[in-house]
């Protein structure tokens, strides 16, 4: 036990060192502001900069990517509560719960204070994600060595089944339906097996597959240029900003609520592909539940934006667990950082801490210093963040296009992947018109590979029966929790269905 | 389509859940074409077979539930009443498509065959006119600033080739 104690301690201390050199602080102090300036632009999402900025890491090594993807990731999350706050539109879908009070306490002329509580209650999400990661990853890894090819092909599956089930509003089978198109989109290409050529049409450029990176770029920045910029109503910036640092009995008093809402992100950063957002509808949800005033949510409680700011915060520490366990990304921003790490020759999953020893403690390492780089950024450009507001997004959104055309062509070198990224964009695009989630499809086209793989092998295993494998405990428990999930999609379906009907009646 | 119209969600659900309904037997019957090596069990369309039945199982549910929240009564109005003819017409949805097309043009018409720097600064030219973004003059200034800050900066200071 204490060797292995030294061992971590020592091995710990070599990464800290690693990590603390010039050039790797100097990109996390930058980034962390770009990602700030990022998230408070409304239209520019955390997820659609990772995109972008993938390809931009190429040249840099491992640490230095790091660095720059995740500080970008940690700002731009909080940098959502600025437009929230202060024009009721949130910078990122993150920052939406956060609007609720945000925008009346502007109303009041504490835009300030709001924003200064949603830093504060971000860094207090970020510091119990980054303890949890490090403390939940080795577990889960061991667990995860002990997963054979069947429970890889039924953890893509839940993890499809539940990302559908959490991010549509009505129905469920919206959400599995995309993600299962998804992993339709990772069947082209050669098969990993026998090199056969699946869904090609003959075309000698899809042969390779539907490229990810140019498919992300599509469906996250294309699809969102159109989207901002088919509106034409312009933004209109509440009140004063007012003080900005809370008083210290204020932040005393956030610490309980941060810990919950804390807790509450980082488990629903677990969940592959749920995001932030809903970590932040969660926690809001709860807080507001919990309070001993819930009658102040919605219309301007410090609690509410502590709540859904701390929340949205701490699901980035959290979608890194299973991300780094099992290479299933969290959220869709930590796709784009699961992206990245197999352009870099990282290949994240329960072998990570063999294969890279020291990683888990470069990310957390990574993130807590963009925690306090975070803090003291938003905190000190808070009043003159508000000044990014006034850029008017008919000349920033064109600006977007060119990067998501170099983004996409950088990672081959092919023009093909540069239509490949339109083709996304659109079918993002109309994905969106139709109340469609992305979330599910990103994890389809990154888990489709080893749901394919995993799945074939464990039948060739079992010759084809399906008994053997309904044997094995880890699997059972998947299984049970699919079938779950179904259950309670049918049941929400219903209960919706009833609701509306209900509804209709009473008009 | 549009967001304005939430209620015509059901009527595309309608379309959508008969799309995948035609899509997963076709998926189906495209995997069954593929090659068998050694067992079917591992073959290259075994996968893609099941997905195939999941698109229409839920291709199927995807129906059922906009049909019994007036779906296809919605789709029928939406035909009689030409609501695509005019929601095309409306201001929202010209705008998207006159983006998408100028994008298409940048895409597929410019791009690789003009320099980037000049097919970058005629993109950013067009959209920000049709856009009205800010005076003529300005949007010059911007497009041209804009097209060689993003040539100089990812050629030279991040190393990444331009199409």
Known sequence: ?507 | MSKSKPSRINAADVVVGIFFLVLGPVLVYSSLQMRVYGSFLDAPGFFPMILGIIFTIMGGILLNTAVKRNGLKELKEVIRNKEIVKGLRSDTTTRALVLIALMAVYIFGLIGRVHFTIATFLYLVVTMLYLKATSVVNIVLISIGTAIAISYAFSNFFRIPLP
């Not at chain 1, 955390?46 to 840099?60: D, K, R």
């Not at chain 1, 094995?472 to 929790?481: H, S």
């Open chain 1, 1 to 507: 036990m204490l060797e292995t104690i030294t061992r971590e301690f020592s091995l710990f201390s070599h990464v800290f060192g690693s990590i603390l050199t010039a050039p790797n602080i100097l990109m996390m102090i930058f980034g962390t502001l770009g990602g700030i300036v990022i998230g408070a632009i409304p239209g520019l999402t955390a997820t659609m900069a990772l995109a972008l900025l993938i390809n931009v890491s190429y040249g840099m090594n491992m640490d230095l990517a790091l660095s720059f993807l995740l500080s970008v990731y940690v700002g731009a999350v909080t940098g959502g509560c600025i437009s929230a706050t202060m024009i009721n539109i949130p910078g990122t879908p993150s920052a939406a719960a956060t609007a609720l009070d945000g925008f009346p306490l502007a109303k009041k002329g504490k835009g300030g204070l709001a924003i200064g509580v949603g830093i504060i209650a971000s860094f207090f999400g970020m510091i119990i994600s980054i303890i949890s990661l490090i403390v939940l990853t080795p577990i889960i890894s061991k667990l995860a060595l002990k997963f054979g090819h069947w429970e890889m092909f039924l953890i893509s599956v839940f993890g499809i089944m539940i990302c559908g089930n959490l991010t549509t509003e009505d129905a469920p089978v919206k959400g599995w339906i995309v993600g299962f198109l998804g992993i339709l989109t990772a069947m082209v290409g050669l098969d990993a097996v026998y090199a056969y050529p699946r869904f090609t049409f003959n075309l000698l450029q899809l042969k390779g597959g539907i490229s990810l990176i140019p498919a992300l770029i599509g469906l996250f920045g294309i699809s969102e240029v159109v989207s901002v910029l088919q509106e034409k109503e312009p933004y209109k910036i509440e009140g004063k900003v007012g003080r900005v640092v809370p008083d210290w009995k204020d932040i005393k008093s956030l610490i309980p609520i941060s810990i919950r809402s804390g807790i509450i992100g980082m488990l629903i950063g677990v969940i592959p592909g749920a995001g932030e957002d809903i970590g932040a509808w969660v926690s809001y949800d709860v807080g507001k539940r919990r309070s001993k005033h819930p009658e102040r949510f919605g219309k301007g409680s410090i609690e509410g934006v502590a709540c859904a700011e701390t929340a949205n915060n701490a699901v980035v520490g959290g979608a890194m667990i299973p991300l780094l366990t099992l290479a299933i990304p969290g959220s869709p921003p930590a796709a784009m950082v699961l992206a990245a790490m197999w352009l870099h020759g990282v290949r994240p999953g329960p072998l990570l801490n063999f294969e890279f020893p020291g990683f888990l403690y470069a990310v957390a390492i990574v993130l807590l210093l963009c925690s306090v780089f975070m803090l003291i950024w938003g905190l000190a450009l808070a009043k003159p963040m508000v000044s990014v507001l006034k850029i008017k997004r008919e000349i920033l959104m064109p600006i977007i296009v060119p990067l998501t055309v170099i983004g996409a062509y950088a990672g081959g070198v092919r023009i093909f992947d540069v239509y490949v990224m339109f083709f996304f964009g659109l079918l993002g695009y109309v994905l969106r018109n139709l109340e469609y989630p992305m979330a599910p499809l990103v994890l389809g086209i990154i888990l489709g590979p080893m749901a394919d793989v995993s799945f074939r092998r464990a039948m060739m295993q079992t010759k084809g029966s399906l008994l053997p494998l309904l044997t094995r405990p880890m699997g059972l428990v998947f299984v049970v929790a699919i079938i779950w999930i179904i259950y309670s999609g049918y049941r929400r379906t219903q209960q919706l269905k009833r609701l509306a009907s209900e509804v209709a009646s009473e008009a």
